[in-house]
């Protein structure tokens, strides 16, 4: 694996680092912390040791849009191509942490989760010469930029969620593939450590760990590969409110300077935007990832743009850059495999793509995942389009392929998941909802009471294919919506979990399910030519 020689259990942190500016500043030195917030700045953190630079905050976002905009415009020199591409497994954790698989639609689509990892990684002279601070050559990379890009079952709509790189987290016990050393599960950990426990299988392991959704693939940047994919696109239109330059009397600042209005950034110039802090808005890492997404999806829609184009030289080129920046997992190892995958994803247009920042709060100087994380998680898992426009899917769209046995022939197994983190269980609630189905005909329910799930909202389980008509049957009799019936490889038949939502009562009335995007997701439609970052006055002139 490309990352075997720099791995092993990343160095201590400090705690300078936050969403809001703090002593870890941009400077035009361009030395800032590898631990620090600046991203362009030089200097030491509060704790003595030199800050290494934050370089490679939006490098997933060219990593994306090159998957995104390569489809139709055909690789040349395919074995070439293939050589060029590093791979490396997919997932290194523990099998029980791993999410189920997504279900097929009635039409036999799955939807496609794909992980975008950038690699801080010291790992080659131009790597160093690009991040900074020799003393960290070959030492343990971090994953400083990760996002989950869902694509719908359908092919109608994506949607894609960034993580803060210093959001808390449990990483999983990961076992590294080529050493076999074995890194032992951590609790609220920054989550960009992760890649240094085994390689980027560790950072998919962790994100199913917290977010319950199944990763198809990965693809992984560095430094080098930012650089290169920057050239190679030829520039990407980029906005700012007033005049800017990010630079301020101490020298803090990326140095970015452009006039109002829409330029063409590449080079240097579109990383200066891509780390710039200072001058946009509150000077805050959320600000900067609201103008890497506003630079995503710019560079989505110059690409799908180029791949239009009959310039079979500036193609060649941005294959060559595509294909030497990435590392992959085996499952789209291959120029081909790529090929078929961008094919998919071209599928889906502009105007459905939308970005969001997972929402987070602070504890200290890092950040947690929020409620609002939670549900934006729970919309990704169920295929439901981050921007609205979701079609009302049909009884018939999601009926199981095998029908349901009569009641009285249904085995079910019924569970009391009523607890709550302040809330005992209801004492024989499964017995008593099993009573229940007895009387409603379901004569073969019986209570579990060997395990007692927590479980918020009451669901229905089932094991194999041949089991979802009788899940489904079992659900409609009580109620209970067709979005809380899911296989589970954790039962052995048909399982009621009764939930906290029904702690009483004989008939389940199921809650009314708020499918909107949060606020806190910070959305952004890839289709907007009109966004434009607003400068903060002290950075103008």
Same mark, same amino acid.
């Given at each position: 694996m490309a990352q075997s020689s720099v791995r092993g259990e990343a160095p201590a942190v400090d705690d300078t680092m936050s969403l809001t500016p703090r002593a870890d500043q941009d400077t035009p030195a361009d030395q800032s912390g590898r631990h620090g917030g600046g991203g362009s700045g030089g200097g030491r953190g509060t704790d003595g040791r030199p800050r290494r630079r934050r370089v490679l905050r939006w490098s997933a976002t060219v990593l994306a849009v090159v998957i995104l905009g390569t489809a139709g415009a055909g690789y040349l020199y395919y074995q070439h191509l293939n050589g060029n591409l590093k791979k490396d497994d997919l997932n290194i954790g523990d099998a029980k942490d791993r999410a189920a698989e997504s279900e097929a639609n009635a039409a036999g689509q799955t939807p496609l989760n794909i992980l975008l990892i950038g690699s801080d990684a010291r790992d080659t002279e131009e790597n160093q010469?690009?991040?900074?601070?020799?003393?960290?050559?070959?030492?343990?990379?971090?994953?400083?930029?990760?996002?989950?890009?869902?694509?719908?079952a359908d092919r109608s709509n994506m949607s894609v969620v960034s993580m803060p790189r210093d959001t808390l987290v449990d990483i999983p016990k990961c076992t590294d593939p080529d050493s076999g050393d074995?890194?032992?599960? /951590?609790? /609220?950990?920054?989550?960009?450590q992760s890649l240094g426990r085994g390689g980027p299988g560790c950072t998919v392991a962790t994100w199913e760990k917290l977010t319950d959704i199944h990763i198809d693939h990965f693809m992984m940047i560095d430094f080098s590969g930012v650089v290169s994919m920057a050239d190679a696109i030829g520039g990407v239109p980029v906005c700012v409110d007033k005049n800017i330059h990010s630079k301020d009397s101490q020298g803090h600042g990326s140095g970015l300077k452009l006039e109002?209005?829409?330029?063409?950034?590449?080079?240097?110039?579109?990383?200066?935007?891509? /780390?710039?802090?200072?001058?946009?808005?509150?000077?805050s890492d959320l600000a900067r990832a609201k103008a890497q997404h506003q630079y995503m999806n710019s560079m989505v829609r110059e690409l799908r743009k180029n791949a239009k184009l009959s310039n079979p030289n500036k193609l060649r080129k941005l294959a060559e850059a595509a294909t030497n920046a990435l590392t992959v997992d085996e499952g789209i190892g291959t120029v081909a495999k790529l090929y078929d995958l961008a094919g998919e994803l071209k599928k889906v247009p502009t105007s459905r793509i939308t970005m969001t920042t997972m929402p987070n709060q602070y504890v200290g100087s890092r950040v947690e995942p929020t409620e609002d994380a939670t549900k934006l998680f729970r919309l990704v898992r169920e295929d439901i389009a981050l921007d609205g426009k979701d079609k009302k899917k049909t009884t018939e769209e999601t009926a199981p392929t095998d029908p349901a046995a009569a009641d009285g022939e249904i085995a079910v197994q019924v569970q009391n998941g009523t607890r709550t983190d302040v809330l005992a269980p209801v004492s024989g609630?499964?017995?008593?909802?099993?009573?229940?189905?007895?009387?409603?005909?379901?004569?073969?329910?019986?209570?579990?009471?060997?395990?007692?799930?927590t479980a918020d909202t009451t669901v229905v389980r089932y094991p194999s294919a041949e089991l979802e008509g009788d899940a489904r049957r079992l659900a409609k009799a009580l109620g209970i919506p067709a979005k809380a019936v899911e296989k589970s490889t954790d039962v052995s038949g048909v399982t009621l979990v009764v939930g906290a939502d029904w702690r009483e009562g004989t008939a389940y009335k199921a809650p009314k399910q708020d499918d909107r995007t949060p606020d806190t997701a910070e959305a952004l439609n890839a289709s907007d030519t009109k966004a434009c970052m607003k400068v903060s006055d002290g950075f103008t002139w």
């Open positions: 010469k690009l991040g900074g601070a020799k003393e960290t050559f070959g030492g343990t990379p971090l994953a400083d930029v990760q996002m989950l890009l869902h694509v719908s074995v890194f032992e599960s /951590r609790q /609220r950990t920054m989550t960009n109002k209005g829409t330029t063409y950034v590449k080079g240097e110039q579109a990383l200066q935007w891509l /780390r710039t802090r200072y001058g946009f808005e509150d000077g609630r499964a017995t008593t909802v099993a009573g229940l189905l007895v009387d409603k005909g379901f004569t073969r329910a019986v209570a579990d009471s060997s395990t007692t799930p």
